[in-house]
């Protein structure tokens, strides 16, 4: 059975989801967030925010190498940060100076979520360069198959967001997360109230 966050409990410093677009990363981070009393924070969001430009554009003028370093940048401050629950973009896991920066400054989540899925949640939105083809689903596809392994490999904890409603993975993900309370073990209890005459 499940429970709640309760301010004093033990939690992680940072946590930052990993997982491919459309997994769920910033619905699901935001009420995590909001239920760890933590501040959410988009890094691609953020990389909107500073150049002023959407992430289609920014593919669009300086490639998707130029994209990645401003990624990088954005990284690098945003988990030296404290108490976030950070959404990443799909790819950021491609660059293993990312994966260094998110495996030593917090816990990782990777979002799973099948293939078909994605391409359901994914196939209106214009906002999403590398899915701007004749063949999404054969390019998430690839993308999957290149980037799987490195989600796996970065994850402290592997959620299959398919199996649950949001407000369902925000309650697994809390369960995961926080360290249970430890009960006292009745021997302890029953030490503790024997009387020494």
Known sequence: MGYAYVPGMDRPRNIFLVGPMGTGKTTIGKQLAKSLQMEFIDSDQVIEQRTGADITWIFDI??????????????????????????????????????DYLKRRGQVVYLHTDLDLLVERTAKDRKRPLLQT????????????????????????????????????????????????????VSDYNKSNTHTG
Request: aromatic share 4%; hydrophobic share 35%; proline share 7%.
């Open 62 to 99: 300086e490639g998707e190498e130029g994209f990645r370093r401003r990624e990088t940048e954005v990284l690098d401050e945003l988990t030296q940060r404290s108490d976030i629950v950070l959404a990443t973009g799909g790819g950021a896991v491609l660059s293993p100076q990312n994966r």
């Open 134 to 185: 004749p063949d999404p689903k054969g390019r998430l596809r690839r993308l999957l198959e290149e980037r799987e392994p490195l989600y796996r490999d970065l994850a402290d904890i592997v959620l299959v967001t398919s199996d649950y409603t949001v407000r369902g993975a925000v309650k697994a993900l809390i369960n995961k997360l926080i360290p249970k309370p430890k009960k006292r073990a």
